[in-house]
C-alpha cells in the first residue's frame, strides 16, 4: 500500500504522495547544493572511496572536517605509487612524504612503488621511513634513487616481488639482511645500487634474479665518474630457475646449488688470474645443463680463451660447445675449441 502525506490547511486541497514530496523536497536541496554524500553511513562511505584513484582519495580530505581523515580509514590500499619530482630541500615537503608512506603501510599496502628524482637537483635521496621493513602486508616492493634506514629487524612474510634500482643503503649488511628477511622472495631485481665489495644473495624462496650495473659509475652531482670497485657476487638459491648479471666491473660470481637454472642472460668481463680461472670453471660446469642462454660477446671470448687452455668433464664441454653454437658471435670464436673436442 502506497504511502500519502495529508497536508491540514485549506479544505478540499488534494492529497500529495509521500514519494511525489519526497522527490520535490530532493529537487529543492540539490537546487540550493546540499551535501547528500556525506549523510551517508561511514561504511559506505568508504566502499566509494575504495573503487577511487589513490589521488583522488586523498584529494576528498578537504571536503569538510568529516571528510579529512576519512580516506586513513579505507581499511587496505591495494597498490600506491609515488613520483617525487621536488628538489628535496623542502624539510616540509619531506616530512609528508614520510607521512604518506606511514599511512598507507598503516592501511596494509600491498603494492608500493617509490620514485625520488631530487638527485637531478643534486641533493641527497629521500630516506623511507624505517617502517618499510615491517610492512607485513606487501606483496611487491619497487624502489628507485631512494636510501633505506638501517635495518634492525625485517618483517616482510609476504613479500614476492622487490626491485631496487640505485637504491643507496645505511649499512652494507643491510641488503644482505633485507633479502633474508623476505622468507616468500621470488623475484629479486637490482639495478645500479649502492655498490659494496661483496653482494650475497640467499634465499632459500628466490626464483629469478636480476643484477645490472652501469658500464661507467657517475656521481650525481659534478657527473664525474667513479673509481670503479670490484664486486663480488654470491648466489645460494637451491630454487633459482632465472639469472640475469650484467655488470663488467665483477670480479667474482659464484652461484651455488644452480641445478635449478632454466635460462641465465650473463654479459660481464671477469678479471684475469689463477683465482678467476677456477671461478670460470665451476660457473661453467654449474650452468652446463641450462637450455636457454643468452651471452654477450665479452663473456664468450672469456668463456673461449678459458676453454682453449683448461679441460672440462666430457659432458659439460657437450653441453657448453652446443651453448656456444647457438648464437653467431658464439659460434665463430668457438669453431677452433669444437675441431680439437672433436665434437
Known amino acids: 500500500m502506497r504511502g500519502f502525506s495529508i497536508h491540514m490547511g485549506e479544505a478540499g ?169 623476505c622468507t616468500a622472495l621470488e623475484t629479486l631485481a637490482i639495478r645500479f645500487f649502492d655498490r659494496v665489495q661483496v653482494l650475497q644473495v640467499c634465499s632459500q624462496s628466490l626464483l629469478s634474479f636480476t643484477h645490472v650495473a652501469p658500464k661507467l659509475v657517475f656521481t650525481h652531482a659534478a657527473r664525474k665518474p667513479l673509481a670503479e670497485k670490484d664486486l663480488s657476487i654470491v648466489i645460494d638459491a637451491p630454487r633459482l630457475e632465472y639469472l640475469k648479471l650484467s655488470d663488467h666491473q665483477t670480479a667474482s660470481f659464484i652461484i651455488k646449488n644452480p641445478g635449478s637454472l632454466v635460462a641465465v642472460d650473463i654479459d660481464i668481463n671477469l678479471s684475469s688470474g689463477f683465482d678467476s680461472r677456477n671461478m670460470i670453471r665451476d660457473f661453467l660446469v654449474g650452468i652446463s645443463s641450462v637450455k636457454n642462454m643468452t651471452i654477450s660477446s665479452i663473456t664468450l671470448k672469456i668463456i673461449y680463451d678459458y676453454l682453449r687452455c683448461e679441460p672440462l668433464p666430457p659432458h659439460s664441454v657437450i653441453y657448453i660447445s652446443c651453448m656456444l653454437s647457438s648464437t653467431t658471435t658464439g659460434l665463430k670464436c668457438c669453431q677452433p675449441f669444437l675441431r680439437s673436442a672433436q665434437i
Open 13 to 181: 486541497r488534494k492529497r500529495v504522495p509521500a514519494k511525489a514530496k519526497r522527490s520535490r523536497k530532493r529537487k529543492r536541496e540539490v537546487e540550493v547544493g546540499v551535501d547528500w554524500i556525506s549523510d551517508l553511513l561511514e561504511a559506505l562511505l568508504c566502499k566509494v572511496l575504495l573503487n577511487l584513484p589513490t589521488k583522488d582519495v586523498v584529494r576528498t580530505s578537504v571536503f569538510s572536517k568529516r571528510w579529512k581523515n576519512l580516506w586513513k580509514r579505507n581499511y587496505q590500499i591495494e597498490y600506491f605509487k609515488l613520483s617525487y619530482p621536488g628538489d628535496g630541500s623542502s624539510e616540509r615537503e619531506v616530512d609528508l612524504l614520510k607521512r604518506w608512506i606511514d599511512t598507507v603501510i598503516q592501511l596494509k599496502v600491498k603494492h608500493l612503488d617509490f620514485f625520488d628524482y631530487s638527485w637531478e637537483w643534486g641533493f641527497d635521496n629521500f630516506q623511507l621511513p624505517p617502517t618499510i621493513y615491517t610492512c607485513e602486508s606487501l606483496l611487491s616492493l619497487k624502489l628507485s634513487t631512494v636510501t633505506l634506514p638501517s635495518v634492525k629487524s625485517v618483517s616482510l612474510p609476504f613479500l614476492r616481488v622487490l626491485k631496487l634500482g640505485a637504491v643507496k643503503f645505511a649499512d652494507h649488511l643491510d641488503l644482505e639482511t633485507l633479502i633474508s628477511g
